[in-house]
């Protein structure tokens, strides 16, 4: 046995930590292999929601591929690496043991705020979703119709703004660790998996905006940021990247304790609270590296299969004797010499 026996908590009961409900404890010191090891908490509700949405998911690419149309492969392998990466931190050792140390638990903070969304987002689950439910304007189109009403909305549009998901992503980092926001929602079963969730569904929201893989309503937004076209996700990347930085140089080199939960620690594992909070720091600090380099090269291939696209529409164009820019052009000199035009 890797791991000890799930401490069984009834409600209202105190762990060593603080944690009251239903949670899996660790009691003996960390090593890769338990860390790693498969252990699902007695109320898996994280492992739950990735294999609902590998249900829906997968539902979607059958009943296109029923409708003979291909879904890329590409698009199902990234879902299925968000998918592997949320259970990573959530159905292994990680949820046990970052409990216990900050360390860990900054781990499954950074995958789940920043690795898997990213993962999720390239997936392009809305795509599927519109293409998978039925079209028209009767009773069956029903659905669909309200998912793009949905999109179009001025709450989604706010939701969506790039002012928005920039203040919502870094407040998930501000807000949490340097307020009691995170020894209150630590110290319930409940108020532990509201913040996980918190933090998937926020750096959903962020890299669905960067990324524009879906359907979303900034594509058809108008003004700055229709403007700014490529420009705006760069921006976006490099604003954050700051004050990720700066976050983790300060959890790194504080000299006192940012959060009470981690303050009692394990004695019989000779890990000071104090230094693991540096070394959680120093992971929250390198870890932006990883989803920023993912981010950028696909937005870099996106980009390239736009100009790929264009040019063939250019070409088809060309090859029917059309082309519009030349046309337009003929025009603007006649319009400047109205005197070829009345020869005519």
Known sequence: MLFSAAIPMPAGGLTLTGMTGAMWMPVRPPTLERVLAWHPQPIPVLPLLVVALLA????????LFRRGIRWPLGRSLWWLAGAATILLVTATGIEGYGMELFSIHMVQHMVLNMLAPVFLVLGAPITL?????????????????G???????????????????FALFITSLYGLYFTPAFDYLMGTWWGHNL??????????????GVLGVDPSPRKSARGLRALTGAVLPVLELAATAP??????????????????????????????????????GGIAWVFTELPTLIVLG??????????????????????????SELENYNEYLQALNPRTGSRR
């Open 56 to 63: 829906l998911y997968g539902c979607g690419v059958l009943i």
């Open 129 to 145: 979703l519109l293409r998978a439910l039925p079209a028209g304007s009767g009773p069956k189109g029903l659905l669909r119709r």
């Open 147 to 165: 998912v793009l009403w949905l999109l179009h909305t001025r709450a989604a549009a706010l939701l969506t703004h790039p002012v928005v998901t």
């Open 195 to 208: 913040m996980l969730v918190h933090f998937l569904l926020i750096g959903y929201l962020y890299f669905w």
């Open 243 to 280: 004050f990720h930085a700066f976050f983790g140089i300060v959890v790194m080199m504080s000299s006192r304790l940012l959060v009470r939960f981690y303050s009692g620690g394990m004695p019989a594992w000779h890990v000071s609270p104090l230094a693991d909070q540096a070394t959680g």
């Open 298 to 323: 696909a937005l870099v291939f996106k980009w390239q299969k736009s100009d790929s696209r264009a040019a063939r529409a250019s070409e088809r164009r060309l090859e029917r004797g059309e082309d």
